[in-house]
């Protein structure tokens, strides 16, 4: 079974700062897709990135950007120029590369960011 | 714009009272998904629909039920709510056919379900 870790339930960043959310996983597939969701306080889930495991360069989207290490099974977050809006609890997740059904996401436990004035 | 709304926002029902919870979207996905989420915690798949078809969760309790009657609409049922089923509960779709964005799920707002 797929796992997904975020050893860090917490992390605080001052406004303006880089903060770097950690992720790891476990799985023996190979084809595959990892995820950042963001869940601000009260508001709908959105995604924020997505890397799909075949591609060997980091996506990034804006301020956000990954450090995908396939063999580590590392999938870190790194936000530049940390804004207050950033401020929610940010999931990590996994799903096998899509195949009619079987979409289902793994989603790690979460780690809560506050951005600090 | 094209999104996933749920209804209501906020519903409180009494222990043991049946209670039904409501999504639908816009996006003419083919994939529906219910996740309950309790305080503080990571979302948990209770099932979703493809299409018409259904999988439940192993884990799933038989308390919990769904509908999908079109591609819009789908159900989560309570039949006989208890206090630890107070949780929040989130609607996703996605697109469910091969290709890059189809692998995307799309949230709705969620109901909080309050059990007295």
């Known amino acids: 079974a797929q796992t997904v870790t975020q050893s860090q339930p917490e992390m605080s960043v001052q406004e303006a700062e880089t903060v770097t959310l950690s992720c790891t996983y476990d799985t023996s597939e190979s084809d595959y897709y990892l995820f950042w969701y963001k869940q601000p306080p009260s508001r709908q889930m959105i995604l924020v990135i997505r890397?799909?495991?075949?591609?060997?360069q980091n996506a990034t989207e804006n301020r956000f950007s990954v450090n995908f290490q396939k063999a580590a099974k590392s999938f870190s977050l790194k936000i530049s120029d940390s804004q207050l809006g950033d401020a929610a609890m940010y999931f990590c997740a996994y799903t096998l590369r899509p195949n009619f059904g079987n979409e289902k996401l793994t989603f790690g436990t979460g780690t809560r960011l506050t951005i600090i004035p | 714009d094209a999104m996933v709304i749920q209804n209501p926002r906020y519903q409180v029902t009494q222990f043991g009272k049946p209670v039904t919870l409501s999504c639908s979207q816009t996006l003419n996905h083919n994939v529906m998904y219910w996740y309950q989420q309790k305080s503080s915690q990571a979302p948990k798949l209770l099932f979703h629909?493809?299409?018409?078809?259904?999988?439940n969760e192993a884990d799933t309790p038989d308390n919990f039920q769904s509908r999908r009657p079109n591609t819009s609409f789908c159900f989560l049922d309570i039949r006989s709510p208890g206090l630890g089923d107070a949780a929040m509960y989130l609607c996703a779709t996605s697109r469910g056919v091969w290709g890059r964005d189809s692998s995307e799920q799309y949230f709705g707002p969620g109901t909080r379900l309050t059990v007295t």
């Open positions: 629909y493809y299409d018409k078809d259904f999988n």
């Open positions: 890397q799909e495991a075949y591609k060997q």
